[in-house]
């Protein structure tokens, strides 16, 4: 019989599925909507999530346009990946004995994503508003929160750091038997 956690996980198990094939869905239509803004400005304006600011940068400069959709897609891919990881998380924690290496390690991994995806937000970021000092009317970039990212992935890899320590009193605990 299952218990309340293990109905609790397998839920999360489903909504990270969502989650991951959404932040793919959403990868893929940036990818397809940078490349259709080379060839036809006019249908890659009408995707799914796409921002009026990519041709704006694009009317200023291909350099600019190629830059800034490589940091908004990096970040999107991160959160795929992000999810992907959480959906392996999920399928080797073990609630008999869930202080393993492998999952502290997979935390660790996953916070290092989350810093990633706040730096390159804030890069991308700071990029715009140091763009928008000598040109005007540039569009921002609309990350969801860097400084949100960044304390998540401080979070988590507090989280992570505890899951190890817990690897290491077992440890010690099964040799003073």
């Not at 397998?10 to 060839?39: D, E, N, R, Y």
Request: aromatic share 14%; with cysteine; glycine share 6%.
């Amino acid at each position: 019989m299952k218990t309340n956690t293990q109905h609790i996980l397998t839920v999360m198990k489903i909504i990270a599925w969502l989650a991951f094939v959404g932040f793919s869905i959403q990868c893929g239509a940036q990818v397809i909507a940078f490349i259709l803004g080379f060839t036809n400005s006019e249908l890659a304006q009408n995707m799914y999530s796409v921002d009026k600011n990519w041709f704006l940068w694009k009317e200023h400069s291909n350099w600019i346009y190629i830059f800034m959709m490589s940091v908004i897609i990096a970040i999107s891919a991160f959160k795929a990946n992000i999810w992907f990881m959480i959906i392996d998380l999920l399928s080797k924690l073990k609630l008999e004995n869930p202080f393993t290496l492998e999952v502290a390690k997979k935390l660790e991994s996953i916070s290092y994503q989350f810093l990633v995806i706040s730096i390159a937000g804030t890069v991308g970021s700071s990029y715009i508003k140091g763009l928008e000092k000598y040109q005007q009317d540039i569009g921002a970039l609309h990350v969801d929160d860097e400084s949100a990212f960044f304390f998540v992935a401080g979070i988590i890899y507090i989280i992570s750091q505890i899951f190890k320590r817990g690897v290491e009193i077992q440890k010690e605990n099964e040799l003073t038997v």
